[in-house]
Nanobody, 117 residues
């Protein structure tokens, strides 16, 4: 059974930092393109960032220079370091594992990030 478990969310003041983790079981993350998505209340889920199996990364314009995705294959875990957080970053953040050219696509349950003073 495949599980992606996010952790590290919480309440932080504007300008603060959080690091989200996505730990996988049942799959080997190094074989998957990993992504972080977010969904704010009343809005559609949007892509925040992805990291390919080769380590290439892409970021949404809204988070470039502030967020960093990384992966630790030995720990089967992907991270999202979020710095200089803004109130508009408030959302539920979801981890996604996608194996390109296959039907393998998995989601975590989400972790809430709230940026507020």
């Amino acid at each position: 059974q495949v599980q992606l478990v996010e952790s590290g969310g919480g309440l932080v003041q504007p300008g603060g930092s959080l690091r989200l983790s996505c730990a996988a079981s049942g799959i080997i993350l190094s074989f998957y393109r990993m992504g972080w998505y977010r969904q704010a209340p009343g809005k559609q889920r949007e892509l925040v960032t992805i990291i390919t199996t080769g380590g290439s990364t892409n970021y949404a314009d809204s988070v470039k220079g502030r967020f960093t995705i990384s992966r630790d294959n030995a720990k089967n875990t992907v991270y999202l370091q979020m710095n200089s957080l803004k109130p508009e970053d408030t959302a539920v953040y979801y981890c996604n594992a996608n194996k390109v050219f296959s039907d393998s696509d998995y989601w975590g349950q989400g972790t809430q990030v709230t940026v507020s003073s």
